[in-house]
């Protein structure tokens, strides 16, 4: 099973960026979709960003499109979430997440190994 880390959360202003990055562990990061997830305190997970496994396909939230950009470098085993005009909202314990498919999707069953996160916290 492959493992990830999750990195690059802290604390912020509203309207700043910050940068996860999230680093997996063995020889088939390639193969698969990467998503991230999100858990603000009180609520449920949600689905905020997937790529395919080539990275020839996002896909994003609503709440998210247009601010947050996920990429990966396949070289490096890495999947990257740059998040810019950040807003209280959305303060929460993001998660990196591999898919067992290919394709990106915001179905979070499809996901089998998880991180353990990494806190971002917007002020306002």
């Known amino acids: 099973q492959v493992q990830l880390v999750e990195s690059g959360g802290g604390l912020v202003q509203a309207g700043g960026s910050l940068r996860l990055a999230c680093a997996a562990s063995?020889?088939?990061?390639?193969?698969?979709?990467m998503g991230w997830f999100r858990q603000a305190p009180g609520k449920e997970r949600e689905f905020v960003a997937a790529?395919?496994?080539?990275?020839?396909?996002?896909h994003y939230a609503d709440s998210v499109k247009g601010r947050f950009t996920i990429s990966r470098d396949n070289a490096k085993n890495t999947v990257y979430l740059q998040m810019n005009s950040l807003k209280p909202e959305d303060t929460a314990l993001y998660y990196c997440?591999?898919?067992?498919?290919?394709?990106?999707?915001?179905?979070?069953?499809?996901?089998?190994?998880w991180g353990q996160g990494t806190q971002v916290t917007v002020s306002s």
């Open positions: 997440a591999r898919s067992s498919v290919f394709v990106a999707s915001e179905v979070a069953g499809l996901y089998d190994s």
């Open positions: 790529i395919s496994w080539s990275g020839g396909s996002t």
């Open positions: 063995g020889r088939t990061f390639r193969r698969y979709a």
